[in-house]
């Protein structure tokens, strides 16, 4: 198997670059960052070290087989039908099978764009962000400004707003966030959520900016800074610009093959087995496939990236020769996650879309105030546990768990049945909308973890009684040791 990519680093998760990455202390960094350790050792950031792959020229010589990595190349042509691509080198490469997983690259502003190709100062404060070099630059970037303003109020401009003001904590950086909708991850949370998550932003130190565009950007020499305008007639300034406005499939290689590309949104369409043409496959990011249950999709999150991608490896190692030969078929409901704290987290599975009708059960209300007005209405009012239902069609399509976490209940040395997979499982059933079945469903999630308080009740009792039978295991052993032996004096047998 031979792997080609254009970043200088082994295949890595990038879910930490906007999250743990900027909580640890910068020796844990540094070793994270090492291709030399892996998610078994050093970290959970590259799945293999770069021992783990063969020389790319010394392929063909390893007679069992293996993994090549060919870093810092870029496929730039391809041709079907002499299963054949050129890279950026001038190298050609034949193939007996393809897989595209060539995922994506950070959404542009127009603006911004405009602004930079006119000021080398505008071009060098933005920013983008997707993978580890930009982390690395990004981070010390801010470690040296005084100002940023992040663009976007989707997963990534949340996720990095809120771990920039780790470093505010250190160097009293000011962070800005600009959004053109009316809340933070208004897209797939809904209404009430939304707000909360933004309340809790706003108190960890960001200034919002809600349903603003940026109109304007420009470079302020007298203050040595980017000056951005908003639709509001407001303009901020600041040493950094972060735009954080989502991703665009990589489907340039389309052209060159002869692809299709899905109108709507972007991707290398494939089939039910990830496939786009005869050998040719697709998955991650840049593909849209067909979901069976809820249609055409494209999905943009690392769950969905593993599973897809093993399917498609599945079916190119398969033997077309083979009469039992069985292809897989890509049915997986992926899950995706935020978790901007411990009292904000949460993870989902299907279409979480915030256009479509909610319904939602939580824990317990906000508590009241003494008036019987709502409470304080702070962050801290929203850390209880719940469970969102997202409808279509008056049936389940989207379930969303808050704060809540994936095992049931909490052990390690037991196997804990999985909520995901519950809420898998109930879109499975294409589960119909009515009020009563849905708090069921909710009481299922056991949204109030009366399971798991139950188990570690039950799991203390276990272990308290094994205790107590150890002891007297021993008392007994002891006793049975310092008996008649002890006096010199013979046991008489004991009868069976």
């Keep these: 198997v031979l792997m080609i990519g254009d970043e200088p680093y082994p295949p890595y998760l990038r ?24 998610m078994r050792r050093n970290s959970w950031l590259f799945v293999e070290p770069d021992s783990f792959f063969i020389e790319p020229r010394r392929l063909h010589l390893a007679d069992t087989g293996g993994v090549s990595l060919w870093k810092g190349r870029r496929v730039i042509a391809l041709d079907i039908a002499d299963k ?45 962000f997707r ?5 690395q630059s990004l981070r010390n970037k801010a470690n040296q400004a005084k100002s940023v303003i992040v663009i976007g109020g989707g997963f990534l401009g949340c996720e990095l ?53 940026v109109t304007s950007v420009d470079w302020d020499s007298a203050a040595g800074q980017v000056k951005v305008g908003l639709s509001s007639g407001r303009s901020l300034s600041a040493d950094l610009c972060l735009v954080a406005v989502g991703i665009e499939a990589n489907t340039q290689l389309a052209e060159s093959a002869g692809l299709e590309i899905d109108p709507g949104d972007g991707g290398f369409l494939v089939n039910a087995e990830l496939e786009a043409r005869a050998d040719l496959y697709a998955a991650g990011d840049a593909c849209s496939y067909y979901d069976v249950l809820l249609g055409r999709r494209r999905v943009e999150h690392v769950n969905h990236a593993e599973e897809s991608g093993a399917v498609a490896g599945r079916n190119m190692a398969s033997e077309p020769a083979d009469p039992d030969r069985k292809r897989s078929t890509y049915q997986h409901q992926s899950s995706f996650w ?5 009292t904000l987290a949460w993870d989902a599975v299907g ?78 059933e294409r589960q119909l909308a009515d009020p009563a079945a ?3 469903l909710a009481r299922e999630f056991d949204v109030y973890q009366t399971v798991d308080d139950d188990y570690q009740d039950l799991k203390k009792y276990m272990e308290t ?16 040791s310092s008996g008649p032996a002890a006096t010199g004096v013979a046991s008489a047998p004991v009868p069976a």
């Design 15 to 38: 879910p930490p670059l906007s999250k743990e990455l900027w909580r640890r202390k910068d020796d844990r960094v540094k070793a994270m960052l090492s291709p030399l350790g892996d």
């Design 84 to 128: 054949r691509v050129t890279l950026d080198s001038g190298d050609r490469i034949e193939y007996g099978k393809c897989l595209l997983a060539t995922g994506g690259r950070p959404r542009t502003l127009p603006v911004f764009d405009a602004a930079a190709a006119q000021s080398p100062e505008v071009a060098a404060r933005t920013a983008y």
């Design 131 to 135: 993978n580890i070099d930009d982390f």
């Design 161 to 213: 707003a809120v771990s920039l003001t780790e470093v505010a904590k250190k160097t009293g950086l000011e962070v800005h966030q600009v959004f053109k909708e009316s809340g933070t991850l208004a897209h797939v949370l809904p209404p009430h959520l939304s707000e909360h998550t933004s309340k809790f932003i706003a108190q960890s130190g960001v200034a919002q900016y809600p349903g603003e565009r």
């Design 338 to 342: 935020c978790n901007l704290a411990n």
């Design 351 to 428: 279409l979480v879309d915030s256009r479509l009708e909610t319904q939602s059960f939580f824990a317990m209300p906000p508590p009241a105030s003494d008036d019987g007005a709502a409470g304080s209405d702070t962050a801290e009012d929203y850390q209880y546990p719940g469970v969102v239902f997202y409808l279509k069609a008056g049936r389940v399509v989207g379930i969303l768990l808050w704060n809540l976490t994936d095992e049931i209940f909490q052990d390690k040395k037991a196997f804990a049945p999985s909520r995901l997979n519950l809420a898998r499982k109930v879109l499975a």
């Design 438 to 440: 849905l708090q069921a």
């Design 465 to 480: 009684k094994e205790r107590q039978q150890q002891q007297q295991a021993e008392a007994s052993a002891t006793a049975n």
